[in-house]
C-alpha cells in the first residue's frame, strides 16, 4: 500500500515521475544539522553524536527556505534523522535514494556506510539491506563535503565569498528530495530506458533487472486515453537488460511535438514463473524523432525553428532547489508566454520534475551538465576537467535518457582553452565526454562543448556565443553560415579555441543578454556592476529594450541556415540583471511584445 504523506512536507511529490512505484516514503522535513568547517568532524564524534542544529530538507543550508541561511564557505556538513521502516514493507529491500548532495557525500545508516557519492548533481542510492527490517527505527546520518579548492563541477556558484557577475551563492549538502522506497528481494527492475523510434512507429524498452531468476518474464504495456494500445513481453532470464518492441498502430500513432505533447501512459512489470506480479512500475513515453539533414536539425521530420531561452534554474529562496513544483511549471510557462518553445538548462542538471514538466508541456530542452569548476590559471593548459566529469555526465545521461523533451545534450560548456600541438586533458575529456554520449544515446545530437572550445572535429552540432548588441552589427557577425562561414569564438587575440566549422546544423547558443534594469534605469550615469549588471550599454526604458530585443532576434529569425537560438535568458539571477523577467518571475517588459517579436516565422521553417 501507499505510504500516506504529510500535506505540510517540503516538496512532497514523487520525484522520479518516469519511475514510479506505488509504496515510497518521502525524508524530506526537519533534520539535525551542523556546520563542520575544517571537515574533522568523523574525528571530532559527529558521526554518532546528536547534532547542534536543524535544518529543513531539500534545502541547502545556504538558502532562506532552510532555516540556516549561512551563505559562507562550508568545507563539510553533516544531518542525522531517525526514520521508521514502514511495517507492511515486508519481504522487499528497502533503497534509500538521494536525488542530489553537494559534493561528496557519506551516508551512514545505524552506524555502518551504506553509500558514497561523488557529484554534486546527479542521484544515487543505498541498499540498506538487513539494516531495515520493517517495522525497525533507522538512524540515517550523512556528511556532504564540499571544498572550494580544487577541480570540481559546480555549474555557477562562486568560489569566492560574495556573488560576483555571472557567479552566485553556493550550495552545499543536500537539495533535491531524499525518500525510501521497496523493492522485491529476488527479480526488481532497475531505471527503464524507453527510447523513441517514429520511422517504425514503436517504442524501445530496455528493462534492466537486478538479476535473473527461472521462469520470470517482464511485461510492458503501453496506453493512451482510450484505453491500453499495445503489450509485448519476453522472457527475464537470459539477460540483465531484457529489450521489448512496442509497435503502436496506426491508429493509434500520435506524434510528440511542441504543438501535440501527447505521452503515452506505459507500465513496466515483472512477472514470476506463475504469473504473478513481482515489481511494477508506471513510467510514460513520447513518440517523436531528432534528425540531420545537412545544416538542418529537424524535430520529427520537420524544420522547426528553436526559439530557446538559457534558464538557470535559480531561486531567490531556494537558491538550485525550486521553493515547490508548481515554481518548475511556472518558469515552463513563463518561457512559453514569452514566444521561447524551449530552454537550454544552463550549468546545471536540473530537477527531473522540471523534465516531466517540460515533456507535458511541450517544451523543448538542451540537456546540459554543470562543468564550470575546472580552471587552473596555467597557461594554454588553463582547463582541466577529470574523470569525475565522465562519471556524473553518464549518470545523468542514465537518469534523463527516456525524457522526450530533450533534443539535445551539452556536455561542457565555454571551456575556452588554445588549441595547440599538445594534446590537454582538457581535450581528453571534451572527447570521453561527446564519445560517452554519443555510446548513452546515438539518438539525440551532440554539442561537445557549447561556444567553445569545439575540439572534436565530428560534433554533431556547431554553436557559438555572441553579444553584439547593436543589431546591425551583430547582422554582420553572424553573416557567412550559407558559405560555410559561420562566426566562431576565438581568442581576443585571435588564437583559435575550435576546431574549423565543417558544414553541421548551426545556431547561435547565447546572445542578447540585454542588462535591463527597470529600477536603475533612472540613473543616467549607469550602476555598480557589481548589484546590477549585463551586457552591453543598458535601455533606458522599457521600449528601447523591446526594441533591441526585436532586432537581435530578428537577425537568427531572418538566416534561413540557422535552425535555432538560446537567448540569454529567461530570469534575473542575483547581481545578474539581463534576464526577460525579474529573479521574482514578475514581469519586466509587456510579454506580449517579445512574444510577438519570436513567433512569427522563421527563414529555417520555410520550405526549401
Request: glycine letters at 8%.
Amino acid at each position: 500500500m501507499p505510504v500516506p504523506h504529510p500535506t505540510d512536507l517540503p516538496r512532497p511529490e514523487y520525484p522520479r515521475p518516469q519511475f514510479v512505484r506505488a509504496a515510497w516514503l518521502n525524508l524530506n522535513g526537519e533534520w539535525q544539522f551542523e556546520i563542520d568547517r575544517s571537515d574533522t568532524g568523523l574525528e571530532r564524534g559527529l558521526r554518532d553524536r546528536a547534532l547542534t542544529g536543524r535544518i529543513v530538507v531539500p534545502f541547502c543550508p545556504e538558502s532562506e527556505l532552510s532555516g540556516v541561511g549561512e551563505t559562507d564557505f562550508l568545507e563539510a556538513v553533516w544531518y542525522r534523522r531517525t526514520v521508521s521502516v514502514p511495517e507492511d514493507w515486508t519481504d522487499a529491500r528497502v533503497l534509500l535514494h538521494f536525488g542530489a548532495v553537494d559534493h561528496d557525500t557519506t551516508v551512514w545508516v545505524d552506524g555502518t556506510e551504506v553509500a558514497r557519492h561523488r557529484g554534486g548533481f546527479t542521484p544515487f542510492s543505498a541498499d540498506l539491506g538487513d539494516l531495515a527490517a520493517p517495522g525497525r527505527e533507522l538512524t540515517v546520518v550523512v556528511r556532504a563535503r564540499d571544498s572550494r579548492h580544487g577541480v570540481q563541477a559546480r555549474g555557477k556558484q562562486a568560489t569566492w565569498y560574495a556573488n560576483s557577475h555571472c557567479h552566485y551563492t553556493r550550495t552545499t549538502g543536500i537539495w533535491q528530495t531524499v525518500w525510501m522506497e521497496p523493492v522485491p528481494r529476488s527479480v526488481a527492475l532497475r531505471r527503464p530506458r524507453v527510447t523513441p523510434d517514429l520511422a517504425s512507429g514503436s517504442i524501445h524498452v530496455e528493462l534492466p533487472l537486478t538479476a535473473n531468476a527461472p521462469g520470470h518474464r517482464v511485461r510492458a504495456t503501453l496506453s493512451d486515453a482510450d484505453g491500453p494500445v499495445v503489450t509485448a513481453e519476453s522472457r527475464a532470464d537470459l539477460g540483465l537488460a531484457p529489450r521489448l518492441v512496442l509497435a503502436v498502430p496506426e491508429d493509434r500513432r500520435r506524434v510528440w511535438s511542441p504543438a501535440d505533447p501527447h505521452l503515452y501512459d506505459l507500465v513496466l512489470e515483472v512477472l514470476d514463473a506463475g504469473g504473478e506480479v513481482v515489481d511494477s512500475v508506471r513510467s510514460y513515453a513520447g513518440l517523436r524523432s531528432v534528425a540531420i539533414h545537412g545544416k538542418r536539425l529537424l524535430l520529427n521530420g520537420e524544420p522547426v525553428f528553436q526559439r530557446l531561452v538559457l534558464d538557470q534554474g535559480y531561486y531567490a529562496d531556494g537558491l538550485m532547489t525550486a521553493p515547490s513544483d508548481a515554481d518548475l511549471v511556472r518558469d515552463i510557462e513563463l518561457g512559453l508566454a514569452a514566444g521561447f518553445n524551449g530552454a537550454r538548462l544552463h550549468q546545471k542538471v536540473f530537477e527531473e520534475r522540471y523534465l516531466y514538466h517540460a515533456d507535458r508541456l511541450g517544451y523543448l530542452v538542451w540537456g546540459e551538465f554543470g562543468d564550470w569548476g575546472c580552471e587552473t590559471g596555467v597557461r594554454d593548459d588553463n582547463q582541466r576537467p577529470d574523470a569525475s566529469y565522465v562519471a556524473q555526465w553518464l549518470e545523468a545521461l542514465e537518469r534523463d535518457h527516456s525524457h522526450p523533451s530533450i533534443v539535445g545534450w551539452c556536455p561542457l560548456n565555454e571551456t575556452y582553452q588554445h588549441l595547440h600541438d599538445r594534446v590537454t586533458g582538457l581535450d581528453d575529456v571534451t572527447r570521453a565526454m561527446f564519445l560517452a554520449t554519443k555510446q548513452a544515446d546515438p539518438g539525440r545530437p551532440v554539442i561537445d562543448a557549447s561556444g567553445y572550445a569545439h575540439r572534436v572535429a565530428e560534433t554533431d552540432v556547431y554553436d557559438s556565443h555572441c553579444y553584439e548588441q547593436d543589431p546591425a552589427a551583430f547582422a554582420k557577425t553572424m553573416a557567412g553560415l550559407a558559405e560555410d562561414r559561420p562566426y566562431v569564438n576565438a581568442d581576443p587575440d585571435g588564437r583559435p579555441w575550435s576546431l574549423p566549422y565543417r558544414g553541421q546544423p548551426y545556431f547561435c547558443s547565447e546572445f542578447g543578454g540585454v542588462w535591463w534594469d527597470p529600477q536603475a534605469a533612472a540613473n543616467a550615469a549607469g550602476d555598480d556592476t557589481e548589484a546590477s549588471w549585463g551586457y552591453g550599454e543598458r535601455p533606458r526604458t522599457a521600449a528601447e529594450f523591446v526594441e533591441r530585443f526585436t532586432g537581435l532576434t530578428a537577425v537568427l529569425l531572418d538566416d534561413p541556415d540557422m535552425f535555432g537560438y538560446c537567448y540569454t535568458q529567461l530570469t534575473d539571477v542575483f547581481q545578474e540583471r539581463n534576464g526577460v523577467y525579474r529573479f521574482d518571475r514578475s514581469e519586466k517588459v509587456d510579454t506580449a511584445l517579445l512574444r510577438a517579436a519570436q513567433t512569427r516565422p522563421a527563414a529555417f521553417e520555410n520550405d526549401r
